[in-house]
């Protein structure tokens, strides 16, 4: 992960500027379901999971980023659907396709993973270097990546109960609280996951590779 492509809002300034671009609303918690609409990525969960917080619209608003890669026949169904449930909830919103991915982070509070199946979970760890809280099951790597309740939150049930359970707790947290989450996150990513860690991991393989051969 580009640790300086993907960092934190440098000021409330710059995350304010940032929600005026992306038209967002200045006084919620903004919580994105991003990756490629499909089946996998079940956005029709986190669409029902937004239905949830109807009676809370003043406190937070949902929005689904990414495309559709094909529409086949057994996807016509699921996307319609998820517009369905969309058009039903002005708290919801699909936005087919965010150009500075990194900015939009910078813009919003939480990532909420829905996913079936990830084979690591490249959002998880993006939003982690960006700062952002991160509520996810276990789906990819996410417990590697995430310590629940320290850096993010990891939910045992991918449910519209357990899911909405979590982010409920999320809502209830202070902003200092929120911040340290997100200061954890990133921290995690540095430690271990950023584009600095793996050249310096694979100089050392290359490294040893060298030295058995001159043994």
Sequence with gaps: ID???FRPASSCSEKAALRN???LPDNRLVVACIGRINQDKDQLLFANIAREFVSNSADICFE???EVEGISASVKPYLAELKKLTDENANLN???FVGDIEDYYKAIDCVLVTSRIESFGLVTAEAMASGLVVVTPYVGAAS???CNGVNGFLVSDRTVCSLSKELRAVLELSSSEIKS?????RETIAESYSMEKHIEQLIGIYKDVVDTKLA
Excluded at 181 to 185: H, K, L, N, P, V
């Design 3 to 5: 640790l300086k492509r």
């Design 21 to 23: 671009k992306f038209k």
């Design 64 to 66: 689904i980023v990414g």
């Design 94 to 96: 699909i936005r087919n």
């Design 144 to 146: 590697d990546l995430i």
């Design 181 to 185: 989450i997100g200061t954890a996150a």
